[in-house]
């Protein structure tokens, strides 16, 4: 599951950034404001079909939403949280 950023938009207080791999699987993450009073959470669910997996720090607040099982999504939500909180 090597992803890739292949873009992104924004649109007021969210961004949403696309990775692709190389058999142009296309994964979400969507990128907003920390959490009120900073929570920190971390949460894997599924819902019609889709897996997400959530996570908020004291800056950031990313959902990753793809068909993919939790273990195969784990990982690529750990790199896409290092990228987009790298200090």
Do not use: H
């Not at 090597?2 to 207080?13: E, F, M, Q």
């Amino acid at each position: 599951y090597a992803y890739v950023i292949a873009g992104g938009t924004t649109t007021g207080p969210v961004a949403q950034l696309m990775y692709e791999n190389a058999t142009s699987d296309r994964l979400p993450v969507y990128d907003t404001a920390a959490l009120p009073g900073g929570k920190q959470v971390a949460s894997f669910e599924k819902r019609d079909g889709l897996d997400a997996f959530y996570w908020a720090n004291d800056t950031i607040t990313c959902t990753v939403v793809a068909d993919l099982p939790k273990d195969a999504m784990q990982p690529v939500a750990r790199a896409v949280y290092q990228q987009l909180t790298w200090r």
